[in-house]
């Protein structure tokens, strides 16, 4: 089968390698769309690391070919999107019911081979079934939809308050999205025209460049903000964000960023300044969640997403994304061919 393998840092390669076995509870998922993630850019940019060669990759959708022992035959055929963190449910996180938080959870695309593929497996119970009335770009855009709820949820918000999103990319926009659909008045910054114009197509009331804090803070008073979601994972953002929020404010981290930052504990305190971190999403609940607010039409996050790509192009796409030059998700298909891309 075709598969993107990222082979080092700023070097990923479409290579021929051997179509996965589905073991034990496993069904074999034939990819019809994976798209391309935040997270995903900071392995192919040396960021994180991995062990070996590896197929990125974990959201993701497509049709079950196979299945192993196990798995109800009648699964053959099945449309389905797939969950790709899978806990090990029997550590104590897992106990407590903070599986997302497992320590030894499998990771589509990350600790095993992952969807930027012709195939990939999964454990039956992480590929969610699908109708086929699901616009395709609306199912390849279920993972990240998933983790944008999640992280709201970390706020504990009341209908009509309203929000500050920071970074208007693929995770943030999407954030945005289902703020929107569920009740919320969302502002935001971001310093790209491109991301601004979407945002404000969106929905998004007011959007803003701002890089110093008196600027941000003025914003989010203005607008009075009850939470900010931080969805860059840039220590410049991160800081900006804890520096300009006003007094009784939640900060939901929701970028990934190892790098430290400088926080005022009195500040904190005197302010009742809340400060969450926000990684991926429960099992069951939020997937299943996502997928009921697409199938009743209450969501459509397949429109932040840019137009479907073939496989061939996920090194190029991955390095326009590592250079800021594109403003929407990048979607790819490895049953769209290089000649039909150009077509469309």
Partial sequence: MKAALLLGPHSMRVERIPVPTPQQDEVLVAVEAAGICGSDLHFYLGERTLQGTLVLGHEVTGRVVAVGAGVPPERLGERVAIEPNIPCGACTLCQRGL??????????GQTRQGGLAEYVTVDQRFAWPL???????DAATIEPTAVAIHALSRARLREGETIAVVGCGGVGLLLATVAIAQGYRVVALEPNAARRAAALAAGIIAVRTASDT?????FFEEHQVVAIFECVGRPATIQLCLDAASAGTCLVLVGLSSESVTLNPLRCVRQELDIR???IYDHPTDFAA???LIVSNKLAPGKTAGR???LESVPTLFEAMANGALSAKPLV???LSLSTAERL
């Fill in 99 to 108: 599986g997302r938080l497992c320590p030894a959870k499998q990771i589509v």
């Fill in 131 to 137: 109708p086929e009335t699901v616009a395709l770009s």
């Fill in 214 to 218: 008196e600027t941000a803070r003025l």
């Fill in 277 to 279: 971190g926000a990684l």
């Fill in 290 to 292: 996502t997928i009921a």
């Fill in 308 to 310: 479907l790509q073939p």
């Fill in 333 to 335: 298909s490895p049953r």
